[in-house]
């Protein structure tokens, strides 16, 4: 893994993006990093590759977004979301590298998908039976993939708050699910002296996307950051399915 020079050409590119969108547009295309480092290496060498990336981001950016976020909302995606990461561990015990690249692939297009469907629905609060829901679906889509965020976002999106109080939720809830996941994966033997090894290398990336992130959450429109995201999940997901099938 370490010694491959496209995997050091792509991952900190990745991993880079995954802390800027984690850290300053909702958790909701990080989830492209594992995509890409899913196109070089095995799925799930990519996932726990990733994991204790994301929880460094997770841990650095709590600070800034410190009681910004709306608990209620928080509270009901965390409690949806346990099921959720248990729903997951038992498909990691029965799907293979092929259909975890379709998993990440069609979740990858959904999500563009989503992004682009009239939001009208969105103008109502969804009730709180519904946030379990979407906390469910992003426990479960995080643990195959890390791609919590859409499902997460389409809850919180539907409650009128502001972007930072947002950005704010969506940090405490996917710091709380990802803790809740790194022990299924050690078990699961997701994490490997390899992929500890290059995470370690990588974190200084992670970390400069976190700052990154928070400085732009502020400064850029998002309109622009999603657009290049939209772009790059569209292409991985059609390459994650096509390899997955063919």
């Known amino acids: 893994m370490t010694d491959s020079l496209t995997f050091w050409i792509l991952a900190p590119v990745a991993v880079l993006f995954a802390g800027v969108s984690k850290a300053g547009f909702g958790s909701g295309a990080a989830f492209a990093s594992a995509a890409v480092l899913a196109l070089i290496l095995p799925p799930v060498q990519a996932l726990g590759l990733m994991l204790p990336l994301l929880m460094l981001v997770d841990l650095v950016t709590l600070k ?7 608990w209620p909302e928080a509270q009901v995606l ?4 346990l099921p959720g990461v248990a729903g997951g561990v038992v498909l990691f015990r029965v799907a293979n590298d092929d259909v975890l690249r379709l998993l990440i692939g069609a979740v990858s297009l959904g999500f563009v998908i989503w992004q682009l469907w009239p ?6 609060k969804m009730p709180v039976r519904a946030g379990l829901l979407a906390g469910g679906v992003a426990g479960f889509t995080s643990f195959v993939s890390h791609a919590g965020g859409p499902p997460a976002a389409v809850y ?3 409650r009128g708050m502001g972007k930072t109080a947002y950005q704010a939720t969506t940090v405490l809830v996917f ?5 809740a996941k790194f022990v299924p ?3 699961l033997g997701v994490f490997t002296v390899e992929t500890l090894r290059a995470g370690a290398l990588l974190a200084p990336f992670a970390l400069l996307g976190a700052w990154g992130g928070v400085k732009l959450h502020h400064a850029v429109s998002e309109r622009v950051f999603f657009a290049l995201t939209y772009t790059l999940l569209s292409i991985t997901g059609v390459k994650l399915i096509f390899d997955a099938l063919f």
């Open 119 to 124: 939001r009208a629905q969105a103008r109502q």
């Open 175 to 179: 710091w709380a699910i990802n803790i």
């Open 156 to 158: 919180l999106l539907s």
């Open 78 to 81: 965390i409690l949806g979301g």
């Open 64 to 70: 800034p977004y410190w009681g910004k976020w709306r």
């Open 185 to 187: 994966y050690a078990f």
